[in-house]
């Protein structure tokens, strides 16, 4: 009884976990070497059929056959979710079964990115500047103060030797004061226009 149960093969085993080689946001590339490439591997073949499982849900992800002539096998786990941790491993299956559990390999899925919105530059209205330019400020001309005086005298006479009487008449015409309150002009100017005669008194 004994000598039968020591001749029973001893499931196989990946003695490594598996490569994570490429890291998408709904996908993971997994590979891994042939059972019997490391002296870690374990249990006895042949080897039927590798299958990779996600150790959140114990459940098959991927199943792969053995090939004679394959050393290395490479599987793509998809629908995943963004942003996510997840575990896989490896059961290798032989004539009798799955092996143990090879150790597991820790897998991040990429975050969604959100695409980048086109960026536009704010516009800058310029108002046109008004240059505004007051003309020059002119002090109205103040006219000229004009001023006018006549003076008249009269006085009767006799002229000698005639008897006649006469009028002499002196009169001050015209004497004209004027001034101008403008800037930077010179003052006054004044006129004045005597006239004198002797006229015969009627």
Do not use: C, H
């Not at 919105?117 to 108002?127: D, I, L, M, R």
């Not at 004009?146 to 009269?154: E, H, L, N, R, Y």
């Amino acid at each position: 009884m004994s000598s039968l149960l020591a001749t029973l093969p001893t499931p196989p085993r990946l003695g490594r976990p598996p490569r994570a080689d490429a890291i998408d946001t709904m996908s993971v590339t997994l590979s891994w070497d042939a059972w019997g490439t490391y002296p870690e591997d374990e249990g006895d073949g042949p080897v039927i059929a590798y299958n990779v499982y996600d150790l959140e849900s114990l459940s098959v992800v991927a199943s792969l056959a053995m090939s004679s002539t394959q050393t290395v096998y490479t599987a793509i786990i998809s629908s995943l979710t963004p942003d996510t941790l997840y575990r896989f491993y490896i059961k290798v299956e032989g004539p009798n079964g799955e092996g143990p559990p090879s150790s597991f390999v820790e897998v991040t899925t990429l975050p969604l990115t959100t695409q980048p919105q086109p960026t536009t530059k704010p516009t800058t209205t310029q108002s046109p500047s008004t240059s505004t330019t007051n003309p020059p400020t002119t002090k109205p001309s103040t006219p000229p103060n004009v001023q006018t005086t006549m003076k008249t005298t009269t006085s009767a006479v006799m002229v000698p030797d005639t008897n006649t009487p006469v009028v002499d008449m002196t009169t001050s015409a015209g004497e004209m004061s004027t001034s101008f309150d403008g800037d930077g002009i010179p003052g006054g100017i004044t006129t004045k226009a005597m006239t004198q005669g002797m006229y015969p008194l009627l």
